[in-house]
C-alpha cells in the first residue's frame, strides 16, 4: 500500500475562503483520539480515508455505509494520531441501529478531539448530539465539506452559521474528495492534539483485521449494485481465509433476511454474485497486495438485524471489550 496519497489541488478553488494556520508544534510526543462524527452520508469515510491515506473505510452515495467504527492510525516520529471513522446518526428502526449509535455513543465519550463532518446546505437534525459536543470540553473542528457543490456565499453563510452554534470550534471549509483544505485540517489536528505517549505500535494502521476489511469491500459492491432495501438487509461474514504461497482462498458468506432476496442477490444464472465477486476480488487484490480466490455464498438468516446473537456474531458489540 502506498505510504501518503495525500495530496494537495487547491488550485482551482478560492484563496479567501482559507482559514489562518498556527505554526505546528513538534516538542514532545502527542498522541490522541481524533473521532468523526456527523449525519449519515456528509462524507466521514472519505475525510478519514483522506487523512490518513488509504482506502480504510467504504464509501458509497447511499446513507448508512459505515455501520462500524473504525480506526485509521497515522503515525509521525513525533507524533500518532488515532482517527474514529463511525456511523451517520440516525434514528434507530432496528437493533442493528442501536448498535451503530452506540459506536457513535463510545465516540462521544472518548475523543481528544472531535471532526464534526457536515455537508454544505444540511441542518443538523440530532440536536442531542450537537448539545452534548457543544457541552464538552473537547477541541471541536467542523468542517464543512462538499464546499465543491456550491458558491462560496453559501459556505461562508455556512460557516457563519456553525461559527455561531460551536464558538470555540474551528471551522474549516473542506472538499474531501478533491482534498481541499485536507492538509489544513491535519495541521490544525496536529496542533491541537495533546502530549501522551503513543497508544498503539508506531508501524500499525488500524485496529481492524483482513477478514474486516474484505467483509467490507463486498458489502461496498452489495451497495453499488443493489437497490433499495436489499443492501441495507445484507450482512457479510468472512467463513475462511486461508493464505497460501502467493495466493488467499477466502470464503465469505452474504446474509440475507429473506428468500426472496437471496433469489435477488444471487440474479439470473448467478450473473449478479457473480458481478459482486469479480469487483470485490479486484479490490481486496489491490488492498492486500496478494492474488486471492474468493468464494461467495449467499445465506438466510431471518431478521438478523433485530436479532441480539446475530448481531454479537457479527461483531457490532465488540468496541468495548476491545
Ligand atoms: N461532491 C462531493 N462529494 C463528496 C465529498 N465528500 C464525500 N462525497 C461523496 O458523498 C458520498 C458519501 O460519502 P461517505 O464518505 O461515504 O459519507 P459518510 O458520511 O461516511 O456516510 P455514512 O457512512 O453513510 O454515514 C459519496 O458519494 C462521496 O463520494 C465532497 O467533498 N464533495
Ligand atoms: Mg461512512
Not at 135 to 147: A, E, G, H, R
Not at 156 to 182: D, G, H, K, L
Not at 205 to 214: A, I, K, N, P, Q
Not at 220 to 249: F, N, R, T
Request: glycine share 4%.
Amino acid at each position: 500500500m502506498e505510504e501518503d496519497k495525500i495530496s494537495t489541488e487547491h488550485q482551482s478553488l478560492p484563496q479567501d475562503i482559507w482559514p489562518d494556520t498556527t505554526p505546528v508544534q513538534t516538542s514532545g510526543h502527542k498522541a490522541g483520539f481524533v473521532n468523526i462524527i456527523g449525519n449519515p452520508n456528509v462524507g466521514k469515510s472519505t475525510l478519514m480515508n483522506a487523512l490518513v491515506g488509504e482506502r480504510l473505510s467504504i464509501i458509497t452515495s447511499k446513507a448508512q455505509t459505515t455501520r462500524h467504527r473504525i480506526m485509521g492510525i497515522v503515525n509521525g516520529e513525533d507524533f500518532q494520531i488515532v482517527y474514529t471513522d463511525t456511523p451517520g446518526i440516525v434514528n434507530p428502526h432496528y437493533k442493528l441501529h442501536e448498535q451503530m449509535m452506540g459506536f457513535v455513543n463510545s465516540a462521544l465519550q472518548d475523543a481528544d478531539l472531535f471532526l464534526l463532518v457536515t455537508e454544505v446546505g444540511e441542518t443538523f437534525k440530532n440536536q442531542e448530539v450537537l448539545e452534548r459536543i457543544i457541552q464538552s470540553n473537547t477541541p471541536v473542528i467542523l468542517v464543512v465539506n462538499k464546499i465543491d457543490t456550491s458558491t462560496q456565499q453559501v459556505v461562508s453563510e455556512r460557516m457563519a452559521y456553525w461559527q455561531q452554534q460551536i464558538p470555540r470550534a474551528i471551522v474549516v471549509p473542506c472538499s474531501a474528495t478533491e482534498r481541499f483544505n485536507v492538509d489544513t485540517i491535519f495541521d490544525h489536528i496536529l496542533r491541537l492534539l495533546p502530549e501522551n505517549p503513543p497508544y498503539f505500535p508506531k508501524d500499525e494502521l488500524t485496529d481492524r483485521s483482513m477478514r474486516f476489511f474484505v467483509s467490507e469491500i463486498i458489502r461496498e459492491k452489495l451497495l453499488l449494485y443493489y437497490q433499495k432495501e436489499i443492501p441495507y438487509s445484507c450482512e457479510v461474514a468472512v467463513e475462511s481465509y486461508e493464505e497460501l504461497e502467493g495466493i488467499d482462498h477466502i470464503r465469505a458468506v452474504i446474509f440475507v433476511e429473506r428468500d426472496s432476496q437471496k433469489a435477488i442477490l444471487i440474479g439470473h444464472k448467478g450473473m449478479s454474485i457473480k458481478k459482486v465477486g469479480i469487483e470485490a476480488r479486484k479490490d481486496i487484490e489491490e488492498f492486500s497486495g496478494k492474488k486471492c480466490f474468493l468464494n461467495l455464498y449467499v445465506k438466510v438468516m431471518k431478521d438478523w438485524r433485530n436479532s441480539d446473537r446475530a448481531l454479537h456474531q457479527f461483531g457490532y458489540d465488540t468496541w468495548q471489550e476491545r
